[in-house]
Nanobody
Framework: QVQLVESGGGLVQAGGSLRLSCAASGSIFSINAMAWYRQAPGKQRELVAAISSGGTTNYTDSVKGRFTVSRHNAENIVYLQMNSLKPEDTAVYYC???????????????WGQGTQVTVSS
């Protein structure tokens, strides 16, 4: 089994910054893509940012220029640096990763438990 543990969420004023971290642990052979999703109250979950094993990134339009996703492969960690935060960024942020398990060599999608980001006006 693999676990994704998120940290870094919290309350911040508009214009401020937060950095989210997601650490994968367990029986891991390799990690393919890692991504951040978010879900605001009354809204569907949306993809915020994604990064491939080779470092290629993709962002939803609303966060381009403000958010940066990166990964430290040796530590199985993905980060989401969030700058110039806006109230509309308020949501629960979820880490997602496609992981080759070392024990079975199967490929599975895993989700973190979510971390709350609240941006005040």
């Amino acid at each position: 089994q693999v676990q994704l543990v998120e940290s870094g969420g919290g309350l911040v004023q508009a214009g401020g910054s937060l950095r989210l971290s997601c650490a994968a642990s367990g029986s891991i052979f390799s990690i393919n893509a890692m991504a951040w999703y978010r879900q605001a109250p009354g809204k569907q979950r949306e993809l915020v940012a994604a990064i491939s094993s080779g470092g290629t990134t993709n962002y939803t339009d609303s966060v381009k220029g403000r958010f940066t996703v990166s990964r430290h492969n040796a530590e199985n960690i993905v980060y989401l640096q969030m700058n110039s935060l806006k109230p509309e960024d308020t949501a629960v942020y979820y880490c997602n990763a496609e992981i080759h398990e070392a024990r079975t060599m199967g490929v599975y999608r895993y989700w973190g438990q979510g971390t709350q980001v609240t941006v005040s006006s």
